[in-house]
């Protein structure tokens, strides 16, 4: 039922430098975001969304963008994206030498508004002025769908909407279409009925599942979105990406509680676990707090213990 | 794949008062245990294990448990639930007026060994003086297996061993069996396993599953094994139980968290959410610091930003 349903790997779509850092009241440093961004690109990740070219003053803690774009070592292996909400974005980043992006849009009008001051038609019709430019200019171009699984201001999303901006967005040239769940209400049987209509239009490798886990169901869903045939999974390290209202509340999915959770069913993700618990660490001093982050607590206590009886 | 086979309902366990609370370093005083297992009770849970009738030797936080168990109300619909380890144990429960007792064993001779320092033949030897004493006072008696999905001293467990193990214990007259992750190591992939072999010998009714959020899989763990047709989950209000050698580490699945997710999905547990997070609340001021569950978490920043917006 289960085993025989996961894949021989998956990957792992590290956001935290994006969607973990805007989420912070405290800014990180340049040249720290910098150095976090190379100590990521060096656990075996293949795939880091590293900042966001959007309005200063919408996001004032990556107002640096261009400075961390071309900041951060290139290697061989290891893709850098960003997020870039439109044409004057895309010059930027163009100027940080970024060869990945991402736009977005939500899947619930309401959210569409509030976040980026268009209707979803509008988006769509915007998203014209960025797709083909750069790809003309060698740039890959994915996307974010956001309230997939519900909307704070409208509740529950219908599915069939859903899948018809994927199948829109894929017809623009998008390589790859991420389904967030931007506000952490998603379920294991929702997953399922979701991804059957998206999937039922779309091939799942188009797809990329994308949880928060504020009520600690992400890796549940992430589960079901395996099974379910998608083997790309959007993860922040130590789960960075608290909403800023519920302190202590979860962010995103902890990059290394999925890894955990794969390796021990045998799914690769060529990532170090011991590698991102340490960029984990790194972060959770720089941002100042905590991060919510299981197997980081489980992993530390352990040394902790180990150390204790003499053994580290 | 997933909605099918999802049961309409499903039985919480709550162990929190025992499983939880035995491992805080501060010992709760008498009358906030009784306080806290009667709220528990008003929350639509129909079980709970309320203390442990161990020697106070071992487990000081719960040398009151004549007195709890003596002090709490009884519920029509509540039955409460308690740890006996021999005879002596029985004796107490009984004078605490017990209906339903527990008793427990480890699926690993090491850690067995380590715990009740007797080899696993001879505790199971040993219950003969439990088991049938406590039925003929029309005790119902439920048994724990530990250390099922790994030991902290041996590494893997056969699950065919675990499948042994429960067939004698319901043989016994045991009316169902828990299996634990007493170290929080299982993954959904393992769960399957184990609960395939141990599910050929016996019916799903006589189980139950027992997880710890240690690496944050509990939840899908618990998918796996309800999809599996395994009907009684244990669980901790707020994620009591964590280890003391790693501060903030995760203990026991949080019962908001299962039972949220469950909601979700549209299977009854009869529990009602808010009052679970009250109990959570409560619990915590009293042991003194934070809890992991996540849901607990997103409940109490949904509130309090309803209150910013006064709307609560």
């Known amino acids: 039922m289960i085993v025989e349903r996961l894949p021989g790997r998956v990957t792992i779509y590290e956001v935290g430098p994006r969607d973990g850092l805007q989420n912070e009241s405290r800014m990180v440093p340049t040249a720290d975001k910098i150095s976090f961004i190379n100590q990521l690109a060096r656990t075996g990740l293949s795939h880091v969304e590293i900042t966001s070219f959007v309005n200063?003053?919408?996001?004032?803690?990556?107002?640096?963008?261009?400075?961390?774009?071309?900041?951060?070592?290139?290697?061989?292996?290891?893709?850098?994206?960003?997020?870039v909400p439109n044409r004057k974005g895309l010059e930027?980043?163009?100027?940080?030498?970024?060869?990945?992006?991402?736009?977005?849009?939500?899947?619930?009008?309401?959210?569409n508004k509030k976040?980026?001051?268009?209707?979803?038609?509008?988006?769509?019709?915007?998203?014209?002025?960025?797709?083909?430019?750069?790809?003309?200019?060698?740039?890959?171009?994915?996307?974010?769908?956001?309230?997939?699984?519900?909307?704070?201001?409208?509740?529950?999303?219908?599915?069939?909407?859903?899948?018809?901006?994927?199948?829109?967005?894929?017809?623009?040239?998008?390589?790859?279409?991420?389904?967030?769940?931007?506000?952490?209400?998603?379920?294991?049987?929702?997953?399922?009925?979701?991804?059957?209509?998206?999937?039922?239009?779309?091939?799942?490798?188009?797809l990329a599942i994308h949880f928060h886990d504020t009520r600690g169901t992400a890796l549940a869903n992430c589960l079901v979105g395996i099974m379910m045939g998608v083997t790309t999974i959007d993860a922040a390290v130590g789960g960075l990406g608290g909403c800023p209202y519920a302190p202590g509340a979860s962010g995103n999915l902890a990059t290394e509680d999925v890894v955990a959770m794969l390796?021990?069913?045998?799914?690769?993700?060529?990532?170090?676990?011991?590698?991102?618990?340490?960029?984990?660490?790194?972060?959770?001093?720089?941002?100042?707090?905590d991060l919510p982050s299981k197997y980081m607590k489980a992993h530390l206590g352990a040394r902790a213990r180990a150390a204790c009886q003499g053994k580290s």
Chains 1, 2 share one sequence.
């Open 115 to 206: 976040n980026v001051n268009k209707t979803i038609a509008e988006t769509i019709s915007a998203f014209e002025e960025v797709i083909e430019p750069a790809r003309a200019q060698g740039i890959r171009v994915r996307a974010y769908v956001s309230t997939v699984f519900g909307c704070p201001y409208e509740g529950p999303v219908d599915p069939r909407r859903v899948a018809g901006l994927v199948t829109t967005l894929l017809g623009m040239n998008v390589f790859q279409v991420s389904l967030g769940d931007t506000i952490g209400v998603a379920n294991p049987a929702q997953v399922e009925r979701v991804l059957e209509i998206v999937l039922a239009d779309v091939p799942a490798k188009d």
């Open 56 to 83: 200063p003053r919408w996001i004032p803690q990556l107002a640096d963008a261009v400075d961390v774009a071309r900041g951060v070592e290139r290697h061989p292996g290891v893709t850098f994206s960003a997020l």
């Open 92 to 111: 930027s980043a163009v100027e940080g030498g970024m060869k990945e992006i991402a736009i977005f849009l939500s899947a619930s009008e309401t959210h």
């Open 263 to 289: 390796d021990a069913m045998g799914v690769e993700t060529g990532v170090d676990l011991d590698k991102l618990v340490e960029c984990s660490q790194a972060i959770a001093a720089l941002v100042g707090h």
